[in-house]
């Protein structure tokens, strides 16, 4: 932008100088880079995004950007001794978003620095243990930690204001220390050990999921009235219990295990996806009673790899008892 043209500004105009756009945002996303030693870091930088190059250190021009607040290195070659300086510039400070995910970290770094953080990523690394959470701040409403090799749910409970928490792949066996969490909305715990659901009394949380787990039972349930989604596909549970008193349930996966009924879901008015497949319903009568309540809504319903769907005219039948349905199975209807 010209100075001096209607910006009363007449030294500059006089000088015919141009007045530099300010940077707030610099993507380098899957340059391949390997340092950045040829690229021009500008001071007033609020966004650096850095995902998918093959950095192994942290340029220290990084620890002199104050307006700072996005930081992502997703998709790199960082280590714990590589990242360790990041945690000691106190001139970004005031980052509220840093993510390290997928690089080669063993340890949660120190981010005790960060005051005002909201979101952490160190999801897709080699940590065997949440040591160190402690130290993040009470800020944060994201928390991401999923593909790693975390055993125990611990040093979660000062995160009041938490939000989300991504902690799916790991090696956890126990749902636990969750009761602080009273702002939590969305819990991520797919493919883990766990044989028993304690949601450890959350009332406020909107979407489950335990897919890929060792459960056996949906006990546990009962209290998170508030829930909206829940995803239990790939267990091995038996029966549909505990779920009548979830009114505001709108998505439902229970694929993959080994239901031989559809029940205690005929109060849920609000329900649109039924995903039912791979389960071991004999056939389709009863279904229109069990699913009475969500008649109106219901849009979608996968039963495909149950006996009940070798029934003659088996879509037919269904788009009869449901008439808002556009997807039966994988098939999209007319």
């Given at each position: 932008?010209?100075?001096?043209?209607?910006?009363?500004?007449?030294?500059?105009?006089g000088?015919?100088?141009?007045?530099?756009?300010?940077e707030?945002?610099?993507?380098?996303?899957?340059?391949?880079?390997?340092?950045?030693?040829?690229?021009?870091?500008?001071?007033?930088?609020?966004?650096?995004?850095?995902?998918?190059?093959?950095?192994?250190?942290?340029?220290?021009?990084?620890?002199?950007?104050?307006?700072?607040?996005?930081?992502?290195?997703?998709?790199n070659?960082?280590?714990?001794?590589?990242?360790?300086?990041?945690?000691?510039?106190?001139?970004?400070?005031?980052?509220?978003?840093?993510?390290?995910?997928?690089?080669?970290?063993?340890?949660?770094?120190?981010?005790?620095?960060?005051?005002?953080?909201?979101?952490?990523?160190?999801?897709?690394?080699?940590?065997?243990?949440?040591?160190?959470?402690?130290?993040?701040?009470?800020?944060?409403?994201?928390?991401?930690?999923?593909?790693?090799?975390?055993?125990?749910?611990?040093?979660l409970?000062?995160?009041?204001?938490?939000?989300?928490?991504?902690?799916?792949s790991?090696?956890?066996?126990?749902?636990?220390?969750?009761?602080?969490?009273?702002?939590?909305?969305?819990?991520?715990l797919?493919?883990?050990?766990?044989?028993?659901?304690?949601?450890?009394?959350?009332?406020?949380?909107?979407?489950?999921?335990?897919?890929?787990?060792?459960?056996?039972?949906?006990?546990?349930?009962?209290?998170?009235?508030?829930?909206?989604?829940?995803?239990?596909?790939?267990?091995?549970?038996?029966?549909?219990?505990?779920?009548?008193?979830?009114?505001?349930?709108?998505?439902?996966?229970?694929?993959?295990?080994?239901?031989?009924?559809?029940?205690?879901?005929?109060?849920?008015?609000?329900?649109?996806?039924?995903?039912?497949?791979?389960?071991?319903?004999?056939?389709?009568?009863?279904?229109?009673?069990?699913?009475s309540?969500?008649?109106?809504?219901?849009?979608?319903?996968?039963?495909?790899?149950?006996?009940?769907?070798?029934?003659?005219?088996?879509?037919?039948?269904?788009?009869?008892?449901?008439?808002?349905?556009?997807?039966?199975?994988?098939?999209?209807?007319a």
């Amino acid at each position: 932008m010209a100075s001096g043209e209607g910006t009363g500004d007449s030294n500059a105009a006089g000088a015919g100088m141009e007045v530099p756009e300010v940077e707030l945002c610099l993507d380098l996303t899957s340059c391949q880079l390997h340092d950045l030693s040829e690229v021009e870091i500008p001071p007033t930088l609020e966004e650096l995004d850095l995902t998918a190059n093959r950095l192994t250190a942290v340029d220290p021009r990084i620890g002199h950007l104050p307006r700072l607040r996005k930081l992502s290195f997703r998709q790199n070659l960082l280590d714990d001794d590589a990242v360790a300086p990041l945690f000691t510039w106190d001139a970004i400070a005031g980052l509220q978003e840093i993510v390290l995910r997928d690089n080669k970290l063993i340890k949660i770094p120190d981010a005790s620095i960060f005051k005002g953080l909201l979101v952490f990523d160190v999801s897709f690394n080699e940590l065997s243990s949440l040591n160190g959470l402690s130290k993040v701040s009470s800020t944060v409403k994201e928390l991401y930690f999923s593909k790693n090799e975390v055993p125990k749910m611990e040093e979660l409970e000062h995160f009041h204001a938490l939000e989300l928490l991504e902690l799916g792949s790991n090696r956890l066996r126990v749902m636990e220390n969750l009761e602080t969490l009273t702002n939590l909305q969305e819990l991520w715990l797919g493919r883990n050990r766990i044989r028993t659901i304690n949601l450890c009394g959350l009332k406020s949380i909107k979407k489950i999921s335990l897919q890929s787990n060792r459960l056996t039972s949906m006990n546990g349930l009962q209290e998170c009235v508030a829930l909206e989604e829940l995803y239990l596909s790939h267990n091995g549970i038996q029966k549909m219990e505990g779920l009548s008193m979830l009114q505001n349930l709108r998505v439902l996966d229970v694929s993959s295990n080994k239901l031989t009924a559809i029940e205690d879901i005929e109060p849920l008015t609000r329900l649109e996806d039924l995903w039912l497949n791979d389960n071991q319903i004999p056939s389709l009568s009863g279904i229109e009673s069990a699913l009475s309540g969500s008649r109106e809504k219901l849009t979608t319903i996968y039963l495909e790899r149950n006996p009940c769907a070798k029934t003659p005219n088996y879509s037919s039948t269904l788009k009869e008892m449901f008439p808002n349905l556009e997807q039966i199975d994988s098939d999209m209807l007319a």
